[in-house]
């Protein structure tokens, strides 16, 4: 609606939308790509270096016109932009004062300060259009009259109004809910998504189980007394055999919809086919070794597996330039019969997550994988680390509805599994756990998911996982 008060921004807007358009149908081809990137790429170098005080030192040694490619020898005289530099420089990241921005959001600040994410028209208008695109790939699966909720973590938090609207952009209605929030609860927002009816539901993997919860506690059955065709899950690590069962407790259909951060917005966004999907037109995406900051190279089939790094090819309030996402990824080349024609992400979950058990490092996406694979019908689950004589022993423990009509656990397969991958035993335990499971979008999948009793005393972020939970409306 805001465009209408504006000519130049009604214009730009249906550049954006035409321009995402063209590249999902498939018309664009790899010249065609690379230039649109390396004359954005250069553009934004340009736009921060003369408006971002932080950029202006940081990247002095830095000419954008020497830009003439965006292999990695190039891109290696370039210096990164860590989270500890948006930490340290604070306002002095932005390119535009907040005044600019049309709103503000920020960083959690649960494991460090909290660092300004404004957004003005600009980012918004890139962001949400590339997302309604992909997301229109979804959505068509279910008709034209839908209800979508939208159950973010925090009002400080971009997950309301860009979900909001990108559904409105597609025509669908929405209702906001926050069950966390002391005026609205997990009875209201129950109530709310089962009166509507809502069809569909944006919320973090780990709330999406909540409600679940809830609704039996309350007496309601999740896939009897509502009537959800869609969850639209980000926010958190997400295995497929994590999404599949809340599929199955929900009996919808269940998409790791969203790899984003308040700091560099939209990274990655579901198509139909379940793949997640960069967007070649917002990011130019490179991956390197974590430990030596090396570009890694694509394996025989394609794959790079490392910590991915993102330049913004856009120019809003804070676009940011080879930016250590601190996030372990596996990025797969794109291909003609998928649902869109950019590369596909797994998001791993982050560096400093990785795990060693058995003497065998591994990501949190992939053990996450490799203990739900078999058990479906669960309503929650928390792996347990523990050294017995010095061996490592993991217990994977789930919460299991009232019923158990739809339970399904093998615990042989599942022992057999992580035996095989870690050569470790595995121990199964069941009942209720503590609302620290739904803390991994404030602090960390591992914070939330992970309790390592090898470990003498919680680490920060355990700790402030846990006083999250302690404080959160039940």
Known sequence: MFTVFN????????????????????????????????QEFRSTVSYVKSKSPFYRRHLASVDADAITSLDSEQLASIPFTTKDDLRREFENVLSLPMSKAWIFYETTGTTGR??????????????????????????????????????????????GDTFGDVCRNLGHAVAK???HSPMVGYERALETLRVLPATGLFSTPGMALSLAKKAYAAGLHPRRDFRLDVLMCTGELASPSLLENIGEVW????YNALYASQE??????????????????????????????VAVEPGPDGVRTGELVITALYRGSKPLVRYRTGDFVRLRPGSAD???????????GRTRDILEIGGHRISGYDLEELLLTHPRGYLDYQIVID???????????????????????????????VRERLEVPVRFEYGALGSV???????????????????????DERAAALAVAGGRAQ
């Open 177 to 179: 809910m926050w069950p």
């Open 264 to 293: 560099a917005s939209v990274m990655g966004a579901a198509g139909a086919d379940g793949a997640l999907y960069t967007s070649p037109l917002l990011n130019f995406y490179e991956v390197i070794d974590p430990e030596t900051a």
């Open 114 to 159: 909290s660092t300004p994410c404004p957004r003005d028209n600009i980012d918004s208008l890139h962001n949400n259009t590339a997302l309604t695109v992909y997301y229109d790939t979804v959505f068509r699966q279910f008709g034209d009259e839908q209800v979508i909720g939208v159950s973010g973590p925090t009002e400080l938090h971009a997950f």
């Open 338 to 348: 998928r649902t869109l024609p950019a590369p596909t992400l797994e998001v791993l």
């Open 387 to 417: 050294a017995v004589d010095g061996r490592d022993e993991l217990t994977l423990r789930l919460e299991l509805p009232p019923t158990d009509e739809a339970v399904r656990i093998d615990e042989a397969a599942v022992a057999r599994s």
């Open 7 to 38: 000519e130049e921004l009604a214009k730009i807007a249906r550049e954006i939308r035409d321009r995402h358009q063209e590249y999902a149908a498939g018309t664009w081809d790899d010249a065609t790509l690379a230039e649109y990137q390396l």
């Open 251 to 254: 009996g919808a259909k269940v």
């Open 437 to 459: 499971t739904t803390t991994g979008a404030m602090v960390s999948w591992k914070a939330a998911r992970v309790e390592d009793r090898r470990r003498s005393a919680p680490d």
